[in-house]
Every structure is written in structure tokens, then in C-alpha cells.
């Protein structure tokens, strides 16, 4: 057992999500950062997609109840060595302080935490309210019993900041001239209003063509880039509407937003075609 | 049929109408590779593994694929019950010019497309309602819809699954269970089905 003493800014429950569910109006939602979660799970030899507890920004304080095998990955967050697998002794308390960079931290628990699932996922859905709240105070997560492997010794190595890249389309005609062109050379920076539903860009505007009338609703994906008729730029996260009306001009390619996840409120958002 | 890109794991399929959305559809899922295909009202999404298809391969099937013979299986019918208590059937009824049997004589005669999710877990968009009952969603929205609701706006009727906010406007309401994540499909209008209202 876990018992969460404070989840700092936003701590919540995340697995693969719920791939599959998209056409009755359930998002995907999952770990925002899919390359942190696995290897955090693979560092203490748990089944792909075992669940872990997903933090933001630091801040995160627990206690183990039992010795646990933990590692932590993503945001480098102090208070455990990064990409290692580290026993915990029972009674063990942890307290993460705020990652210099990067915002999305991943603790994995050996045993994978074992919350009821909903829709064959642990994940907290923070827009339809699917899975589980976000984390409180005093919560109490039973831990699994099922591992697929050893853990493994190895330190890794943190994923670098870079570019985002992105497609083109499917509705580009829609802002004037060449929508990569425009992402890419207007400056960029993370709204302060962004959250596992979208990244919302502030700092510049994509033009919206005049007189385009309306676009019936159409599906989307995370990593979509959304159009409003502001022409600040949102970039769906995985907890996005699986249909919208807003015209998507551009996407961004799918393992590139693991490097998206890790943008703080206030970071440069660069993109690259 | 018109195909445009969606990132590196997608294509988005341009169509008609919406029953031809669920019959690319049903191609679209029965292709290796294709992780899933959400439609919504006149394009389908199709997800796919990269590593296993390409956008280009799959623009490729469904050109050829003869979308008639695979939605050839006879759809799913379903038919609801609907107490027509509506808040909003007396406006609807004022606005369309009808009487309020009128609307429901409507609302009950057609056949309706479950042609795509979205909004919230479980909420159908219908197609398939009577151009006379075409109404404008609310201007201002509801803050609470009680789960259940039938409601129409624009070309669509739908049942709000459980309570929520909402601005389409309401006609009656079922005592069925239209979302359950216990239940297995958890959605009871699923893409595809036809639906039908019967006033009780």
C-alpha cells in the first residue's frame, strides 16, 4: 500500500488509457509522456502499461506501507535517483521537490499500482471524469502482484528537449499561406491555461482564412493542432474531445509529444516541419 | 472519397454522408494494421501502426474496398421508449409551426443512424431527423441536462447519457440505460445501429 501524504500540483493514476473507445466519446487518455511510463515500468520489471503514478511539476509526497521497488523517469523531480530502479525499506516517506526541467514525472511501483479500472484502464480521465479522481491527500493505492520480469540495473538516460515536429493538414487551407512554414517561424510559448486536455499556444496567432464558414465536427487524435477562431493554436492532449468542430491545420508526429508532455507553462514551444 | 493526412498515424477519409463514413468504416477495421476508425459526421479517422500499414496503403484499400458489400450485414435496431416530457417541446413545437403531437408524430416516424460519438461517454449523434424539426441549439446552454434526455439540435437527435451540461433542446426522456461502464458494450448506441422512438 501507498498512501499519498500530498500530490503537489496535479498527481493523477495513468496506464495506456482507453484506445479502442474513441467512436462512443471516450478519450484516450493514458500517460501523456508514453516513453516515461514505459520505461518506468520497465526499470522495475512490470507488464507493459501497468499502471503508475503520473505528477506534475514535483511536489509529490508518499509513504510505502511494505518495501517497494520504485523508479522514477520524465521530469527529473529530486528525491529519488532518476532511471533506476531503488528498493524502498517499509515505512520508507518520499518527497519530491520541483524538477529543474521538464513536467511530467513518472513513478512506477514494482507490482504496477492496482486502483479498480474502468473501461479495462486505472487512468484518471480529466475531461468525461472516467478512472479515478485526481490524487488526494490521504489516498491509499494497493499495490499489484504482477512483474514480467527482473528489474533492471541500468540507469537510462533523460530524453533531450527538442523540436516538435509536425505534418501538415488535414484542413491547412485553412491558415493562410503554409501552415508549417507559420508554426515554425512564429515564437511560441506554453499558456499557463494548458493541461492533459490541450497545450494552448500564446505568444503569436495562426491567420485564419476569412470567410470559411463552419467545418462539421470531425474526429481528432492527441497531437492534433486545433484552430480556434482566436487563432491561438491548441495541441490536443490525451485527455482531448474525440470529435471537435474547430479545424485541425496540423499534427504533431505521435512520439514527439512525449517531448510536448515535458513543456512547462512559460517554455518555448518550437516547432519543425 | 477525398484522403488527407493526420500525423504520421493517421488518415482522415472524406465522404458523402454518414452512412457512407460507417461503411468505410467497416473496411477500414477489418484491414491489419489499423489500430482504430472513429467517424464523425462526414469523415472517418483511421489509426494505424505505422510500423504495419501506411497512410498511402490504406488510402489504396478503401478506394477499391467495395464499402457496399461490407455494410451488407442487416444493422442492429434498437427501439426506445420516450416519455415526451421535454422541457423544450413546446418552444420546439411554437418554432417548427407544429403542435407538440405534431413534433413527437415526427420525432417517432423516422429511422435514425447512430452515426457518430463524441461530446461525452456514450452521447450519440443520430442522423435521420425530419428537416422540419431542424432547430437551433440553445443560446445559452443548460448548466444540467438530466441523464436520459432526448434532445434534437441541427440535423442530429441524441440522449444525453447521464446528467451533464447542454444546450440541445429537450424533447423527453427514456428510462433506459443509454451508458454504463459496467455493461458490456458500455455504450448502448453503438456506430451503425438503427434507432427508433416510441412515444409511451
Known amino acids: 500500500m501507498i498512501e499519498i501524504l500530498d500530490p503537489g500540483p496535479f498527481a493523477s493514476i495513468q496506464d495506456r488509457g482507453r484506445p479502442g473507445f474513441a ?25 507493459r502499461g501497468a499502471a503508475c503514478v503520473e505528477f506534475t511539476l514535483g511536489g509529490l509526497m508518499l509513504a510505502v506501507q511494505h518495501a517497494v521497488t520504485v523508479a522514477l523517469t520524465g521530469a527529473e523531480a529530486p528525491g529519488l535517483d532518476w532511471g533506476v530502479a531503488i528498493s524502498l525499506p517499509a515505512g520508507a516517506r518520499v518527497r519530491f521537490g520541483t524538477p529543474s526541467r521538464g513536467l511530467r514525472s ?8 492496482d486502483t479498480p479500472a474502468e473501461l479495462e484502464s486505472r487512468s484518471t480521465d480529466t475531461l468525461s471524469g472516467l478512472g479515478p479522481r485526481p490524487l488526494a491527500a490521504g489516498d491509499r493505492l494497493r499495490v499489484g502482484i504482477s512483474v514480467s520480469a527482473d528489474v533492471l540495473g541500468a540507469a537510462a538516460t533523460p530524453q533531450r528537449m527538442r523540436a516538435l515536429r509536425v505534418v501538415a493538414g488535414p484542413r491547412d487551407e485553412w491558415v493562410i499561406g503554409d501552415v508549417v512554414e507559420a508554426l515554425t517561424s512564429a515564437s511560441w510559448v506554453l499558456g499557463a491555461d494548458s493541461d492533459r486536455i490541450g497545450l494552448r499556444l500564446d505568444g503569436a496567432r495562426l491567420d485564419r482564412r476569412a470567410g470559411g464558414g463552419e467545418l462539421a465536427s470531425e474526429p481528432t487524435l492527441p497531437g492534433a ?25 496540423a499534427v504533431v508526429r505521435r512520439t514527439d509529444m512525449d517531448i510536448a508532455a515535458q513543456l512547462r507553462p512559460g517554455d518555448p514551444v518550437v516547432f519543425t516541419g | 472519397m477525398k484522403f488527407l493526412p493526420y500525423g504520421d498515424t493517421g488518415v482522415l477519409v472524406e465522404a458523402e454522408e454518414a452512412i457512407d463514413v460507417l461503411a468505410l468504416r467497416a473496411v477500414a477495421l477489418s484491414v491489419p494494421g489499423v489500430v482504430d476508425a472513429v467517424p464523425a459526421a462526414r469523415t472517418l479517422l483511421v489509426e494505424f501502426d505505422p510500423r504495419r500499414t501506411s497512410a498511402r496503403h490504406l488510402a489504396a484499400l478503401l478506394e477499391v474496398g467495395d ?8 444493422p442492429d435496431e434498437i427501439t426506445m421508449r420516450v416519455r415526451y416530457d421535454g422541457a423544450d417541446l413546446e418552444e420546439v413545437a411554437a418554432e417548427t409551426r ?32 425530419d428537416p422540419r424539426l431542424r432547430v437551433a441549439r440553445l443560446d445559452r446552454p443548460r448548466t444540467s441536462v438530466p441523464g436520459g434526455a432526448v434532445a434534437i439540435a441541427g440535423e442530429y437527435t441524441g440522449i444525453y447519457p447521464r446528467p451533464s451540461p447542454g444546450g440541445w433542446r429537450l424533447l423527453g426522456t427514456v428510462d433506459a440505460t443509454v451508458w454504463d461502464t459496467d455493461r458490456q458494450p458500455p455504450a448502448l448506441l453503438q456506430p451503425g445501429m438503427r434507432v427508433r422512438f416510441v412515444a409511451t
Open chain 2, 67 to 74: 464499402p457496399n458489400a461490407a455494410a451488407a450485414p442487416v
Open chain 1, 225 to 249: 493542432v486545433q484552430l480556434p477562431p482566436d487563432g491561438r493554436p491548441i495541441i490536443f492532449g490525451p485527455d482531448a474531445p474525440v470529435t471537435g468542430g474547430y479545424p485541425v491545420v
Open chain 1, 106 to 113: 513518472y513513478l512506477a511501483v514494482r507490482g504496477g499500482i
Open chain 2, 98 to 129: 407544429l403542435s407538440a403531437a405534431e413534433v413527437v408524430e415526427r420525432h417517432c416516424d423516422a429511422t435514425y443512424l447512430v452515426a457518430f460519438g463524441g461530446f461525452a461517454p456514450g452521447f450519440a449523434y443520430l442522423t435521420g431527423l
Open chain 1, 23 to 47: 467512436s462512443v466519446g471516450v478519450p484516450r487518455s493514458g500517460a501523456f509522456d508514453r516513453g516515461a511510463f514505459e520505461l518506468a515500468n520497465r526499470l522495475v520489471g512490470n507488464a
